[in-house]
């Protein structure tokens, strides 16, 4: 049991370039999420998904979109990289709603933007 | 609008010590909160949590207080070990929202 696993751990885009974070849970869970977090900041919620096929903005969608084709993936994809969006991006998951269960968070893709 | 902060950015003690991290929040209609912790180049990890309905709860070393008049929450960690430093960071989220909100963070040193 892996728990939450992201993919890579690292990266370095150029500005307009494009990439897919990737985000696999084996936890059987229904709610998926994605963060990012800014140095010396909390997380701030870019995406969720309370199921396969269902997804909804959270507090900062702009420049993201995401996909849940299957229970276990949720892929966040940029697609015109820009140098806000170097951060610190996290996959959560959780069983229940985020109002009623803790969320597991994965390692975390480190992203720059030049 | 909502919000979640903390008093203090950063929290030196000593091994052995208790450690109390505080936090207040502005969204009263918040009823569920969560600590967590985070390692340097890690995810955060769940500490312990409480509801609305709850003053007190307590885990193993760990002991989250809630004061719904004043909102403000705190984390009390028992004899602080050199393992516990970290960040640490509350969170609040009310009954049928999706968006956790989180704090800023406190960052957690153990001086030996």
């Known amino acids: 049991n892996a728990g939450v696993t992201q993919t890579p751990k690292f990266r370095i885009l150029k500005i307009g370039q494009s990439m897919t974070l990737q985000c696999t849970q084996d936890?059987?869970?229904?709610?998926m999420y994605w963060y990012r977090q800014d140095p010396g900041m909390g997380l701030k919620l870019i995406y969720y998904?309370?199921?396969?096929?269902?997804?909804d903005k959270g507090e900062v969608p702009n420049g993201y979109n995401v996909s849940r084709s299957t229970t276990e993936d949720f892929p966040l994809r940029l697609e015109l990289a820009a140098p806000s969006q170097t951060s610190v991006y996290f996959c959560a998951s959780s069983q229940r709603p985020a109002s009623t269960d803790t969320q597991y968070f994965g390692p975390g893709t480190r992203l720059t933007v030049l | 609008g909502e919000s979640v902060g903390l008093h203090l950015p950063t929290l030196s003690v000593q091994e052995g010590d208790n450690s109390i991290i505080n936090c207040a929040y502005s969204?009263?209609?918040?009823?569920?909160f969560i600590w967590y912790k985070q390692e340097s180049g890690k995810g955060p990890q769940f500490i312990i949590d409480i509801r609305s309905n709850m003053d007190k709860r307590q885990g193993q070393r760990v002991t989250v207080l809630l004061n719904k008049t004043v909102k403000h929450l705190s984390l009390q960690i028992a004899a602080t070990q050199p393992g516990d430093s970290a960040v640490y960071f509350c969170?609040?989220?009310?009954?049928?929202?999706?968006?956790?909100?989180f704090g800023q963070g406190t960052r957690l040193t153990i001086n030996p």
């Open positions: 969204n009263s209609a918040s009823d569920y």
């Open positions: 998904s309370v199921g396969a096929g269902i997804t």
């Open positions: 936890m059987n869970h229904n709610y």
């Open positions: 969170a609040e989220i009310f009954q049928g929202a999706q968006k956790l909100v």
